[in-house]
């Protein structure tokens, strides 16, 4: 058995395809994006080496709007972390206690997960669009005209726009990871509690929420990185206008690279989202701490 | 604990208690449920409707008149066709190599033995947390140089490569089920290393292999940001890109827009509604393990 554990030519055939895409599409070009940072470089004439100049503009210029960007990015993980998982725990702890129809709801819940961020981002368009998107129609009829906005161009407006779909589209997701979370949390221990005389919102509260710590850790986490990486919505939405209002890091970073062909410059921005997705993982993973059940 | 039991007969109670205000809860899930479907009813059908009817005579109803020449348009005048074949082209080459490639790597980072293991797994592992942001620009430069964007494979090989961490760790947490007497047995009876792969491994890990494919299959068939950069040429565009172009050129007429957007999600629905629990259950075997 040692031998065939140990079969060298078995080992390598099946390890190099996958080590061979790995390295060539993932190492090498993080690798290469670091270079490029440190470069000034457009692509068509020669690389010029600048240190670290491109970080300092990135974090020292107005023009460029890279710490707004990542502002927007943080505003939209806090409205996930304080909007969007409270509802989907919510919906969570309803559906996992024996309610007629729970896969129905849950079905159903989860169906925006699945579709794909285009289609939902061009169906968002033409909710908001202000003439006759159905958010103003509705607003009409309701008699409030005077809240019309033209969502997606005003300024004012833009970001929460942006955000609302983002939002609204990874509820689902959020909610099934809590409630597979429930469902593993043994029926012994909610019994037990009930038993003690404990409600409904008690056995919620005390019993299961601190119960499904590790699974929040992970929906955090999720949904920190996800709102630092988030692009699909936001380019099919807006692509970051109007005049930068509801950029992000990611849209800044493919405008910078393949709109202006900055690459040095747009491989900063790169590597700073790398290095902030790690950051705030490793953040988040300190901050809530877990026991192992 | 017997005597809980009993409690609970005397009762009438049953394991799973009903709640005591389900009007409540019924009425909050349900608004829940039309925030979520009911921007999908309004696009299905406003796919089926003319302007003047989008646009004020009948907003939110059923089309007076079923206008299905709204999906003919959308299938001749946008191609979506094309786009469809060119999307399950992409995301079956991309299923089909992660499949294959990650199962490979994964028997002999997990069951093997080598030097330098460990390392190879560590570093497998990192790329579940590198966004796919990080290497556009190079990939975008290799695929350059090698004249390979606008072709299938300019999208197939980056989606392989950064499906293959998740699907590595997925089939790693099924395969550190499979009893490693196994394997062993099967080498008492004479299989060598590929025999033990294909004939006891490969037909254990079929539930898994569908947990990757699912897996796969939503990340392949939704993708932009590589498909936006990397296909320019019509021939090559997938759905995603497809409906972009579409909803830019023909920004008017919200049938046929709306059409292309039902024939893009459709047949998502269409496989969810068979195997919601399968779904379910891979997308939670991909985040709860990570």
């Known amino acids: 058995m040692d031998k065939i554990r140990k079969n060298k030519l078995a080992i390598f055939l099946f390890i190099f395809p996958a080590a061979v895409l790995f390295i060539g599409i993932i190492i090498v070009p993080i690798i290469m994006s670091a270079i490029y940072s440190f470069h000034d470089w457009d692509g068509i004439t020669d690389m010029k080496f600048i240190g670290v100049k491109n970080y300092i503009e990135l974090f020292t210029s107005e023009s460029a709007g890279f710490p707004k960007t990542i502002l927007n990015a943080l505003l939209l993980a806090i409205l996930s972390v304080f909007i969007q998982l409270p509802i989907s725990l919510a919906l969570a702890l309803r559906i996992s206690r024996g309610i007629k129809g729970e896969r129905f709801f849950m079905t159903v819940f989860f169906i925006p997960v699945l579709i794909s961020t285009v289609v939902i981002g061009q169906l968002w368009l033409k909710i908001y669009n202000p003439r006759y998107g159905i958010l103003n129609v509705a607003l009409e009829t309701l008699g409030l005209d005077s809240w019309c906005h033209t969502w997606l161009g005003e300024q004012e407006t833009a970001l929460m726009a942006v955000f609302m779909p983002t939002l609204w589209q990874y509820v689902g997701y959020h909610m099934l990871l809590m409630y597979a979370g429930v469902k593993s949390v043994s029926p012994d221990v909610i019994e037990a509690a009930k038993i003690d005389g404990a409600n409904g919102w008690q056995v919620s509260t005390r019993i299961i929420i601190p119960l499904l710590k590790p699974v929040i850790k992970i929906c955090v986490i999720f949904a920190v990185t996800g709102s630092l990486k988030a692009f699909d919505m936001i380019y099919v939405l807006t692509g970051g206008g109007p005049d930068h209002a509801s950029e992000v890091p990611s849209t800044l970073m493919v405008s910078m690279i393949f709109g202006q062909s900055r690459y040095g410059f747009g491989s900063a921005i790169a590597v700073s989202i790398i290095f902030l997705c790690f950051f705030f993982a490793i953040v988040i993973k300190r901050c809530i701490k877990t026991e192992e059940y | ?290």
């Not at chain 2, 990939?139 to 350059?144: E, K, N, S, T």
């Not at chain 2, 699912?214 to 565009?237: G, H, K, P």
Request: proline share 4%; with cysteine; glycine share 6%.
């Open chain 2, 1 to 290: 604990m017997k005597k809980n039991y009993t409690y609970n007969e005397i009762n009438g109670k049953k394991a799973t208690p009903r709640e005591k205000f389900p009007l409540i809860s019924y009425i909050v899930l349900i608004f829940w449920t039309l925030v979520c479907v009911f921007p999908l009813y309004w696009m299905f059908t406003f796919s089926l409707k003319e302007n003047n009817e989008i646009f004020g005579d009948n907003v939110i109803g059923l089309p007076e008149k079923w206008l299905f020449s709204n999906y003919k348009e959308a299938m001749e005048v946008g191609n979506m066709g094309k786009y469809f074949i060119n999307s399950a082209i992409v995301t079956g080459a991309t299923i089909l190599f992660t499949v294959v490639f990650a199962l490979m790597a994964c028997y002999a980072l997990t069951r093997m033995k080598w030097r330098g293991r460990e390392m190879a797994n560590n570093i497998f592992m990192l790329g579940l947390t590198v966004p796919i942001h990080a290497a556009i620009l190079p990939v975008f430069l290799i695929l350059r140089s090698l004249k390979m964007t606008n072709s299938y494979q300019a999208l197939i090989v980056p989606y392989t490569a950064f499906a293959l961490a998740m699907a590595i760790m997925i089939f790693g947490s099924f395969m550190a089920n499979i009893p490693e007497e196994l394997e062993e047995s099967a080498c008492i009876d004479g299989c060598g290393t590929f025999g033990i792969f294909f004939k006891i491994i490969l037909p254990l890990m079929l539930p898994a292999i569908s947990t990757v494919a699912i897996f796969t299959f939503l990340q392949a068939w939704n993708e932009l940001m590589f498909a936006v950069i990397f296909i320019s040429d019509s021939d090559y565009r997938t759905l995603p890109v497809g409906i972009q172009t579409l909803c830019g050129s023909y920004t008017t007429k919200w049938g046929p827009i709306g059409a292309a957007l039902c024939i893009a999600t459709f047949p998502t629905l269409l496989v969810y509604s068979f195997m919601s629990k399968k779904i379910q259950e891979s997308l939670i075997a991909g985040a709860i393990k990570g």
